[in-house]
């Protein structure tokens, strides 16, 4: 089953869902790594995000990346930059505006791991952020990137995975969310 976002949820999901870095590549990278030191497990959703985590010397626990920016296919650079010895490679299908039971699988499975994971999504990742949120343990750190504007942190505590549950409720389509 596959849950679909509704349209009346998608202004919702353009506000950030944390802490805001304002800037661009490297710069907000490192404004928002010094507010945290050292998370239970760290996840980057977005190609950009992930690449300049890496960048700046950090590798994350998990990376979820699609290969697109803006719905345009990222630099070469870019993505052979998210492609790092250190990860373990999977892919999930995950279409535009849906979160598929296999990517919260794939998703659950790299949290299991010992080994940095890099989850290449067929389709779209940005709805990755969610499940990553209500699965990561608490104390940890999602990362994503916001738009025009910058990187996201969201740290994840209880109250926060509450907060993304109620989202995911919000979701057309049932069967599994309630696993969540």
Do not use: H
């Amino acid at each position: 089953m596959t849950l679909r976002l509704p349209e009346k949820l998608r202004e919702e999901l353009k506000k950030p869902f944390g802490t805001l870095y304002r800037g661009n590549e490297t710069a907000c990278i490192e404004d928002a790594k010094r507010d945290f030191e050292s998370p239970a497990k760290l996840i980057s959703v977005g190609d950009v995000v992930t690449f300049y985590l890496i960048k700046s010397g950090t590798i994350p626990d998990i990376a979820i990346v699609d290969g697109m920016v803006m719905r345009k296919p990222a630099p070469k650079e870019m993505i052979e930059g998210t492609k790092v010895p250190e990860f373990t490679m999977t892919t999930a299908i995950n279409p535009a505006g849906k979160i598929t039971e296999e990517l919260v699988r794939t998703i659950q499975d790299a949290m299991k791991s010992d080994r940095p994971t890099r989850i290449f999504v067929q389709g779209e990742e940005d709805l990755a952020t969610l499940p990553a949120i209500i699965l990561a343990p608490q104390s940890s750190v999602v990362i994503y990137g916001q738009p025009n504007e910058g990187v996201v942190v969201v740290n994840v505590t209880s109250a926060k995975k509450d907060e993304t549950r109620a989202l995911l409720q919000q979701m057309e389509g049932n069967s599994w969310k309630s696993k969540l």
